[in-house]
């Protein structure tokens, strides 16, 4: 065993140390690279959260009212949430980024497409059915549930 460690002393006094050094410092710059990465990420994600808590607060978690003119309320909204999506469409992993794109797609289509004609038909047509006790078509129609859907979806991608 002593020739062994002798042997391998012999090797490390004669070897240059130059590549030692070198590959410890491309280790560092990794591992200094990768906390960097992690703080951004944690900084888009928060930034994506905090933007959709404010911006959607009488909307989102908790139904406080629906804005009149809601298309213009929405759209309004939809370039300071784009930006936040891009910065954060970095940091999804390739399998799950076709479905964030997606979410994100389907919220826009949402925003664009929505009017105060369709939240109004829908209150009628939810005051006329409750009635009746034919609840599940009406669920999937009413915007409200649509929309709450819709940024649970995309809120789904920045858990942490």
């Not at 020739?3 to 591992?31: C, M, N, R």
């Not at 009746?132 to 915007?143: C, F, L, Q």
Request: glycine share 4%; proline share 5%; net charge negative.
């Amino acid at each position: 065993m002593e020739e062994y460690i002798d042997q391998i002393s012999k090797y490390f006094e004669t070897v240059p140390l130059w590549p030692f050094f070198l590959f410890g410092f491309v280790g560092l710059v990794a591992i200094a690279v990768e906390i960097v990465n992690r703080k951004r990420r944690e900084e888009a994600i928060e930034n994506f959260r905090n933007t959709i808590e404010t911006e959607l607060a009488p909307m989102y978690p908790k139904h406080i009212r629906w804005p009149e003119n809601v298309n213009q309320y929405l759209c309004s909204r939809l370039p300071e949430m784009q930006h936040n999506f891009e910065v954060l469409r970095v940091f999804i992993p390739q399998k799950q980024l076709l479905s964030y794109n997606t979410a994100w797609n389907k919220y826009c289509d949402f925003c664009r497409n929505i009017t105060d004609e369709i939240c109004a038909a829908s209150e009628q047509s939810t005051n006329a059915s409750s009635g009746t006790g034919n609840g599940t078509s009406v669920d999937e129609n009413d915007p409200k549930k649509v929309f709450h859907k819709l940024v649970s979806d995309l809120l789904e991608f920045s858990k942490k």
